[in-house]
């Protein structure tokens, strides 16, 4: 939990004390039988603030509410368990119970809904700050079909930790509509969100062969795609449930070749590597985050890292030694645990507003020096040259402009194609 003092230290050891419930023991523990649990989706939590979401549509979450978040898994399996959080909300979370179920149009679902549990109950109690993993749960899953995964709220649902920019429409309950968790059609769930609230993780149970690679960033990994020059909203047509971030299209490059891995998506928007964000919603740092977004994560073999470029860009900037100096921190803490590291190159904005020429007119140069040091350096496991790739021909300190979003910081859908095809397959296999 972050940036919230409502709640004194003791009053906070009490509630932990007194209100938490050891999460999940079926859930954590590993089957066995050749098979373990692999992370297939992911939205690492941004805060609790809860105004409205990345198309600036207002967030009616009150009390007593039941939502449907739609998550969208890049690998499929006979059994699955769900990660809820309330990391970053300043008081407990009274579930009263979630579901699971495959995702029909809209809000609907097409079979009957599988009921989660936790540590064998229907209800949990989530302290502040904390999170819970369900038991392992019979649902088939399938790779890119969507799954319905409600929670009902009971109490106040205000402040619900969330991830900021989904680029995938929920769905939720007016408020004081109840437990409508097992509803198969649409109707009981009127208003939409691109927020992903309360669900952060989804696992699915595979063969041991079958391993994680988790894509660490910022909005560029978050994939969001401005509307406009001025970077908000996000462009909502052609984007949201789209499936088009760059390691959407990184997981179908390696499913048609063949290569049984799975791309989770721990990007945050406005995350830095040096510092926490700027508002409370850009989350932790990136060297403060990089336990629970990473390490933590079922099935984690390698990781690619692409920040740097808020870092440079948020007046005071970061300079190039300490951008590096964070990139050293992020590789050596995990290569001690045997997490291969393969780091991108910034990629250029000199000529968006906003990281360019309204907030770091000079930070170009800066980023050109870290992007020396990435490409000579021999502490990662690879290096992908985004910079490279996306950049145009004739002005290298921009975005090429048929890869570049409205903002010319974001890339458009084109580019974060472009994007995934600069990834050497071969470096993952």
Do not use: C
Not at 84 to 97: F, Q, T, W, Y
Not at 187 to 205: E, K, Q
Not at 389 to 396: I, P
């Amino acid at each position: 939990m972050r940036r919230w003092i409502a709640l004194s230290a003791g009053a906070l050891m009490f509630l932990v004390a007194t209100l938490w419930q050891p999460p999940v023991a079926q859930g954590n523990t590993e089957p066995g039988g050749g098979r373990h649990w692999v992370a297939s989706w992911m939205a690492p939590q941004t805060d609790a603030i809860n105004g409205a979401d990345a198309d600036f549509r207002p967030i009616v979450n009150i009390a007593n509410q039941t939502f449907r978040v739609m998550v969208t898994p890049h690998r499929g399996g006979a059994a699955i368990r769900v990660k809820l959080s309330n990391a970053e909300r300043p008081s407990p979370l009274r579930i009263g119970s979630a579901t699971a179920a495959a995702a029909g149009a809209g809000a609907s679902i097409t079979s009957p809904a599988a009921e989660l549990t936790f540590n064998g109950r229907r209800s949990v109690v989530i302290p502040a700050g904390g999170e819970v993993l369900s038991d392992a749960v019979d649902v088939n899953v399938a790779a890119w079909q969507r799954l319905a995964v409600s929670v009902n709220v009971q109490g106040s649902a205000l402040f619900l930790t969330q991830h900021l920019n989904g680029n995938a429409t929920s769905y939720y309950t007016k408020p004081g509509a109840g437990d409508q968790t097992r509803r198969r059609d649409g109707a009981a769930f009127p208003l939409t969100t691109t927020v992903v609230p309360i669900v952060s993780r989804v696992d699915v149970l595979a063969p041991k062969r079958t391993t994680a690679i988790v894509a660490f960033g910022d909005s560029i990994t978050d994939g969001f795609v401005a509307d406009n020059v001025g970077g908000l909203p996000q462009a909502k047509r052609g984007v949201v449930d789209k499936n088009v971030r760059y390691p959407d299209h990184l997981q179908r490059r390696l499913d048609d070749a063949g290569i049984d891995r799975v791309v989770v998506n721990a990007g945050i928007s406005g995350n830095r590597v040096t510092a926490d964000g700027t508002v409370p919603l850009y989350g932790d740092a990136a060297t403060r985050r990089l336990q629970r977004d990473v390490i933590s994560v079922p099935g984690v073999e390698d990781l690619i890292l692409l920040e740097g470029i808020n870092d440079l860009g948020v007046p005071i900037g970061a300079s190039a030694d300490q951008v590096i100096a964070g990139y050293r921190n992020i590789i050596e803490r995990l290569h001690s645990h045997r997490i291969r590291v393969h780091l991108g190159t910034i990629m250029p904005a000199s000529n968006a507003l906003l990281d360019g020429t309204a907030t770091a007119p000079f930070s170009d140069a800066t980023r050109r020096v870290i992007n020396r040091w990435i490409r000579r350096q021999k502490l990662s496991d690879s290096v992908i040259d985004f910079d490279r790739a996306l950049r145009d021909r004739s002005n290298s300190g921009i975005l090429a402009p048929k890869y570049a979003g409205p903002d010319r910081l974001h890339p458009n859908p084109a580019g974060y194609r472009r994007m995934a095809m600069a990834v050497d397959l071969s470096t993952l296999n």
